[in-house]
């Protein structure tokens, strides 16, 4: 093996670890957070941890498929010199780790703008919960019935649609329950005792 032959490969391996695999490092952490805190969508439930997986097979995508073909079309319009040998390899590595990086940072870009975005939708939600919750809570302080205002910590909710919940309180016996059915979207907010008193956890819905 020649001497230029030699450092050229000892750098073409320098430089394909020489951003890239910090940068997915750094870019995974960073996007596991932003899922966590800003997810994309307002019904996910998302932890950091969970966040970091979806980030890893993501940004391994960008870097494992994207990233080579990004550079090979590059190369084929003559972004990289068009000299053959050791050298023309050297500078197709640098370019792919310069694309890895590139696209590894537009990913961070994409989660903040896609949570973001999503924000108001999510406050949305929250404040309908909380509507919610104030609503029950009037209508139980207001009923006549003590039973049910001693079991008002039993309250449990499901959102049945945008704004619309169901919240069923147990009686003394936790076999029997009172269930309200509130919707959010409506002025003054409407709330109605459901003639069916079947417990949340055998109703189809979206827990809160």
Do not use: H
């Not at 990086?101 to 994409?110: E, T």
């Not at 499901?158 to 069923?168: A, H, K, P, S, V």
């Amino acid at each position: 093996m020649s001497s230029e032959s030699f450092w050229t490969n000892r750098i073409r391996w320098r430089l394909r670890g020489a951003t890239v695999w910090p940068a997915f490092v750094l870019t995974t952490l960073l996007d596991g957070l932003i899922l966590d805190l800003l997810p994309p969508v307002a019904t996910t439930g998302l932890n950091y941890v969970e966040g970091v997986l979806i980030a890893t097979f993501g940004n391994l995508f960008l870097v494992g498929a994207l990233a080579p073909f990004l550079t090979k079309r590059l190369a084929r319009r003559g972004r990289v010199a068009p000299a053959g040998g050791a050298a023309a390899v050297v500078e197709v590595e640098l370019l792919r780790d310069r694309v890895g990086s590139a696209l590894l940072a537009a990913g961070v870009v994409a989660s903040l703008a896609s949570g973001l975005a999503n924000r108001p939708l999510i406050v949305s939600e929250t404040e309908a919960s909380e509507e919610n919750a104030r609503v029950v809570q009037d209508y139980v302080n207001d009923s006549d019935d003590e039973e049910l205002r001693r079991n008002i910590e039993t309250a449990n909710t499901i959102r049945l649609g945008e704004g619309y919940f169901r919240t069923c309180i147990a009686r003394d016996d936790r076999d029997r329950f009172v269930c309200l059915l509130v919707d959010t979207e409506k002025e003054p907010v409407d709330v109605r005792r459901d003639p069916s008193a079947v417990p949340n956890n055998l109703v189809g819905g979206s827990r809160e």
